[in-house]
């Protein structure tokens, strides 16, 4: 979308592409109405010296103009703020997009106390932007028109109010370019900042039962980074009212100055010349004020806008047609045989301070209705193997084939619908997707089946809650992938929040029930208990398997657990 090390002008130029014809007759509605505010200027200043004669004509100019400023600001101000809202509508869905086709490896790397922010915090910053944007733009016209109108009455005058102007741009570009280094430092000690808001809303237990730590991070990290926050924006906004204050006294400088010595530098200028000269120049103080008042959220929405350009950077390989609308699939696509991964390898990034991880390279086969459990140690590399085995890691080496075909990157996406995955830290969606047309007595029955029958039920297609225990939120996950009707279902340590009969329960007769409708079924599991249940036996160590074996298939006896109606 963006390219960082393009200007912010750039930038906004990009985004305002789509929308020129209404940017176009903002700018023409803004140039009326400052050019109309000129005018008026001249007709007030002429009327200070008017006839009795001149007053009609006066009168009907100065109403004349009172409409063309109010339909020129007006119409302006609308254009702007319609652009301005647009803009930032773009911005929210194309950076959604961004994130909903990024690679899931490039989102891990990411973080999500560093999206938050962006998606948050920086987006509305330029909103922001754009809501002063339209008055800024009218002020800048106006402060033009006044100009122009200087300039007609006396050319000293004008080249005098222009030096001014520029000598105040000049400390205001210091002020920016300052401003915006010290906006820039704070930015980055906002996503610290989130990062320590997270810690105390998810760590909210483990803080209240632990003093020391508490005390560090709200005296240590949080209270420390807040106040370098604070003191970098005074800082920075200290320079800009400074820039601003002496801006404003320049001018009032320059008309003392200028009226001084206008008597000695030009003897013969009419009196309106000086008169209009102190009309409009106190005139246009105020929309210079607002012109230069705005600097401060430019130069924010600046910090923010690169932000944006470093987002959409590192998510600038999205997976293709990932948000095209599903077409219906055809019957019989949603079958599978074989899935295989052959020789595959991947590898993460280097942390600091630890050896990077490497998983395979990995022959795995696996068949339509085959139970298969990968096992190991923790962090042996089972939950990236079946990120690979999903599709969701794209392999550094080897082939994931499905079939016998190669998985490609335009396959992916179609590859990994085959399935239904619950990760050890899985998001539960509220609403069922197939809610809409289910019939209510077959979730009744699944949701007893799970023994959550009692606790929650389904209505308009949505879970009547999800305040659940752990436990039962994983049966509702469970009963998610049930519906889904995928046929490979992926379960990683889905049964370790499970009491044990449930947990019996779910090895003994639930997957039995779903490999007997056809399913493939791959669990990751530390219950070596229940490990006779697979048909083949995946061990990892340190990323390698060191035995794929086909398991003796050992009845685990269910006779002290309740069993309930098949589905
Ligand atoms: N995003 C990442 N960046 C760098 N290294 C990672 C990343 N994710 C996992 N790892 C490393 O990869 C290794 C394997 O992790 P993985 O989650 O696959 O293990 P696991 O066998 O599922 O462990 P557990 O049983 O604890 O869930 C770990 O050593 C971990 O540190």
Not at 50 to 66: H, K, P
Not at 73 to 98: F, M, T
Not at 267 to 289: E, H, N, T
């Amino acid at each position: 979308m963006m390219n960082p090390r393009n200007g912010l002008t750039a930038q906004i130029l990009h985004l305002l592409r789509p929308y020129w014809p209404i940017v176009l007759g903002g700018i023409v509605l803004g140039v009326v109405g400052g050019a109309s505010v000129a005018g008026l200027l001249a007709v007030v200043n002429r009327g200070l010296y008017a006839t009795q004669g001149d007053v009609a004509t006066l009168l009907s100019a100065f109403a004349g103009l009172c409409l063309l400023i109010l339909i020129g600001s007006i119409g302006a101000d609308i254009s702007a703020n319609y652009v301005g809202q647009r803009i930032i509508a773009e911005l929210r869905k194309s950076l959604a997009a961004k994130i909903l086709a990024a690679p899931i490896d490039q989102l891990e790397i990411y973080r999500t106390h560093r999206l938050i922010p962006v998606l948050t915090q920086d987006v509305d910053t330029i909103s922001d932007f754009a809501f002063f944007f339209s008055s800024f733009f009218v002020s800048l016209i106006i402060t033009i028109g006044c100009m122009v109108y200087l300039a007609v009455l006396s050319w000293p005058l004008f080249l005098i109010t222009g030096l001014v102007i520029v000598l105040g741009s000049l400390a205001h570009a210091f002020a920016r370019t300052r401003g915006v280094r010290g906006f820039n430092a704070a930015r980055d000690s906002e996503d610290e900042l989130q990062k320590h808001y997270r810690a105390i809303a998810e760590g909210a237990k483990e803080l209240r039962l632990n003093r020391a730590r508490r005390q560090r991070v709200y005296v240590e990290q949080l209270q420390r980074t807040v106040d370098r926050i604070s003191a970098v924006q005074v800082k920075s906004i200290n320079l800009f009212v400074t820039a601003r204050a002496l801006g404003t006294m320049l001018f009032f400088v320059v008309i003392g100055v200028a009226l001084t010595l206008r008597p000695f530098l030009w003897p013969d200028s009419p009196a309106a010349v000086s008169s209009g000269f102190v009309l409009v120049l106190l005139y246009m103080r105020g929309p210079i004020d607002q012109v230069i008042g705005i600097l401060p959220s430019l130069g924010r929405a600046q910090v923010a806008m690169r932000r944006i350009a470093d987002l959409s950077e590192q998510f600038s390989t999205p997976e293709q047609d990932l948000l095209v609308a599903p077409s219906t699939a055809p019957d019989g696509s949603r079958r599978i045989e074989a899935i295989e991964l052959r020789g595959v390898s991947y590898g993460f990034r280097a942390v600091p301070g630890s050896e990077p991880f490497v998983l395979g390279p990995i022959d795995l086969h696996v068949r339509r209705g085959d139970i298969v459990f990968i096992v190991g140690e923790n962090g042996s590399g089972k939950t990236t193997l079946i990120k690979l085995l999903l599709g969701l890691y794209a392999p550094h080496g080897g082939t994931l084939l499905r079939d016998g075909r190669p998985v490609e990157t335009a396959t992916r996406d179609d590859y990994r619908q085959l399935f239904t995955t619950i990760f050890s830290d899985y998001y539960l969606f509220e609403d069922l997707l197939q809610g809409a047309g289910m019939v209510p007595d077959v979730a009744e029955r699944y949701l007893k089946r799970l023994e959550v029958a009692h606790k929650v039920s389904v209505e308009n297609g949505v879970f009547t809650t999800t305040d659940l225990s752990t436990g039962q939120r994983k049966r509702l996950a469970l009963m998610n992938a049930w519906l889904e009707e995928r046929p490979v279902l992926v379960f990683d340590e889905w049964a370790a929040d499970q009491d044990p009969a449930f947990r019996h329960i779910f090895y003994t007769e639930l997957l039995p029930d779903l490999k007997r409708m056809g399913k493939t079924i791959i669990v990751i599991s530390h219950d070596d208990r229940y490990f006779g249940v697979a048909d083949h036996l995946v061990r990892l160590r340190h990323g390698k398997v060191i035995a794929g074996e086909a398991v003796a298939h050992e009845v685990i006896k269910s006779s002290s657990v309740p069993t309930n109606a098949s589905l």
